[in-house]
């Protein structure tokens, strides 16, 4: 079997790190050449940034995001992001929007997960819009980042079944079991094909 070649990427993400970790361990179990060149955060204690920490991985932090610093945090990461020439970009919970010159510039190599089966309940409320809205199948989705919110093209879902007994933070974790394992097959395939 011939070797893999030697790839870059960048994680993007604000909160606990657990889907970061999980890719992190994926990694260096299956020992592939798959070189994290930083971590991007809004938050600079966040979980995520602890992981990154703990596998000696640059932390890349912009706090403070408003209406009148995104594009200045926007064009920081965009600068870094050419400095670092990842093969690909992945937004692992990063809970801001980025700037739609951002976006256009990395369209190709940028990716999200997210917490449902989209085109269905998009934004940062999607776990609790889907139990409102009754569903009794959610799931998560990767896609394609786009200037327009988790509206990009679909690369991979994966669904689970609700149980109505089942609270929000409960069901959020439940679903990140299936999204570790698909970020990681779609991971594998952008770069490996």
């Known amino acids: ?67 009148h610093t995104r594009d200045e945090h926007c064009d920081a990461m965009h600068k870094q992001f050419q400095k670092l020439n990842p093969d690909l970009i992945f937004s692992l919970g990063f809970m801001r929007i980025l700037s739609e010159a951002l976006v256009k510039h990395w369209q190709e190599k940028l990716f999200n997960t997210h917490p449902s089966l989209l085109p269905a309940f998009r934004g940062h409320r999607a776990v609790r819009d889907a139990i409102q ?6 799931g998560t989705s990767v896609h ?28 959020h974790e439940k679903i990140k079991t299936i999204e570790k394992a698909q970020v990681m097959d779609t991971l594998m395939h952008k770069l490996y094909g």
């Open 144 to 171: 394609q980042m786009i200037s327009d919110v988790d509206a990009g093209p679909i690369l991979a879902q994966s669904g689970i079944y609700r149980f109505s007994a089942e609270s929000e933070d409960d069901l």
């Open 1 to 67: 079997m011939t070797a893999l070649p030697s790839k870059k990427i960048i994680c993007l993400a604000s909160g606990s790190g657990s889907i970061f970790a999980s890719l992190l361990t994926h990694i260096q179990t299956l020992k592939l050449p798959i070189q994290v060149m930083g971590l991007f955060t809004d938050i600079e204690d966040c979980g995520a940034a602890q992981v990154a920490k703990d596998h000696h991985i640059q932390v890349y932090a912009y706090p403070n995001w408003n209406k």
């Open 133 to 138: 809205a009754g569903c009794k199948t959610v």
